[in-house]
């Protein structure tokens, strides 16, 4: 299949990791950015969940709504809501967008995050119970009359949809660095969800999802891996501009723990994470700033690293090369989202999807020849 560009939905102008956190849903800056995107020739865009934030199945079906081509990739947690359910309005939404949604189910990393919804199961069990959800939710797509099931986290009888996805099925996604994550991605996942790592820790990632894949005999996950790229002309100004991004991180940090806004990313002193990616980024981090070509690692110690928070820095050649760097190595969909979302969106569209686009296209017809 072809590489794809994946980004991430932005509700509002202040959603970016560096300064203070906004709350709720800006309407025509959402539209405008999800348009920008669909314009830009980007093909995904993650619509990200969290407990405070804007209701993402709503705000999938706006930027399906604003946009013609632009695949929303819908974050959704198991727990909350039943899978039936799920399983009807996912349905409903890739109806109405005419087959381009995509689900990537969150197991949850934070038991304080999961609680504030009322999820008080422990890490291990929520990986369970997400096996479970979309073994349900693939249940019922595909069914042609009422579907029951009893297993150990759900329950139900003689459920009928008479909505069904748009081309038969929908793609699931799973992302995580944990073995359980591995294990629920490789046998279930069509899609595997990676922080953007160095080229080997990420090879060693890939290998132990193919190798779930492979053992339970169903197709190899296709692999996403996220990075925060900062560009610029040449790669000197854009090394000055990830140092000043770095100093709005540190100060947009103490800015949250002063008016305790830490609900997207931890505050400074608020201790290790508690979920194995971002562990994984922070001891990264710590074996030093820069790996491989261009993979910057200190805006992930400096944000705790909530999140996708390493950084591709260079000129728009060095970040197109990094880039496929990781084509090279199995990785199919490319998130890029930046520090300053709508403006580095338009820049990479401009400057960065051509490049890998064209290059991929000249391997091709080498290939070919």
């Known amino acids: 299949m072809p590489v794809e560009f994946i980004s991430a939905v932005h509700?509002?102008?202040?959603?970016?990791?560096?300064?203070?956190?906004?709350?709720?849903?800006?309407?025509?800056?959402?539209?405008?950015?999800?348009?920008?995107?669909?314009?830009?020739?980007?093909?995904?865009?993650?619509?990200?969940?969290?407990?405070?934030?804007?209701?993402?199945?709503?705000?999938?079906?706006?930027?399906?709504?604003?946009?013609?081509?632009?695949?929303?990739?819908?974050?959704?947690?198991?727990?909350?809501?039943f899978p039936t359910h799920a399983a009807r309005a996912f349905a409903t939404l890739d109806r109405i967008s005419k087959g381009r949604l995509a689900v990537h189910i969150i197991s949850g990393g934070s038991d304080e995050e999961q609680r504030r919804e009322g999820d008080y199961l422990g890490k291990s069990e929520r990986y369970d119970r997400s096996d479970e959800y979309i073994q349900i939710l693939r249940k019922v797509w595909s069914a042609d009359g009422p579907v029951s099931h009893e297993g150990t986290h759900y329950r139900f009888?003689?459920?009928?949809?008479?909505?069904?996805?748009?081309?038969?099925?929908?793609?699931?996604?799973?992302?995580?660095?944990?073995?359980?994550?591995?294990?629920?991605?490789?046998?279930?996942?069509?899609?595997?969800?990676?922080?953007?790592?160095?080229?080997?820790?990420?090879?060693?990632?890939?290998?132990?999802?193919?190798?779930?894949?492979?053992?339970?005999?169903?197709?190899?996950?296709?692999?996403?891996?996220?990075?925060?790229?900062?560009i610029a002309p040449t790669d000197e100004l854009a090394w000055e501009k990830a140092h000043r991004i770095l100093g709005r991180a540190k100060e947009g940090a103490v800015e949250r723990a002063r008016h305790q806004h830490a609900h997207h990313y931890p505050a400074p002193g608020a201790g290790r994470p508690a979920n194995v990616g971002s562990q994984r980024l922070l001891d990264i981090a710590a074996r030093g700033d820069l790996h491989d070509r261009a993979l910057w690692t200190p805006l992930a110690t400096a944000t705790n690293a909530a999140g996708s928070s390493t950084a591709l820095v260079g000129s728009p050649e060095t970040v197109a090369a990094a880039l496929l760097d990781y084509v090279d190595i199995g990785c199919e969909l490319l998130s890029i989202r930046g520090w300053d979302p709508l403006n580095d969106a338009i820049d990479y569209a401009r400057y960065v999807l051509p490049l890998v686009r064209q290059e991929l296209a000249s391997r091709e017809a080498h290939a070919a020849a």
């Open 11 to 81: 509700p509002n102008p202040t959603f970016d990791g560096t300064s203070t956190f906004g709350r709720g849903i800006d309407p025509d800056f959402t539209r405008r950015y999800a348009r920008a995107l669909d314009d830009g020739g980007f093909d995904y865009t993650l619509v990200a969940y969290h407990s405070s934030s804007a209701d993402a199945l709503q705000l999938a079906q706006f930027v399906a709504t604003h946009t013609e081509r632009l695949k929303p990739m819908l974050a959704h947690r198991p727990g909350v809501v």
């Open 157 to 230: 009888e003689d459920f009928v949809s008479d909505v069904t996805p748009y081309h038969g099925t929908i793609p699931v996604s799973v992302g995580g660095s944990s073995a359980d994550a591995y294990r629920v991605g490789g046998e279930q996942g069509d899609i595997f969800g990676l922080w953007g790592e160095p080229l080997k820790e990420t090879s060693e990632q890939i290998a132990a999802v193919h190798a779930v894949a492979d053992a339970a005999g169903r197709p190899r996950p296709r692999i996403w891996v996220s990075f925060r790229p900062i």
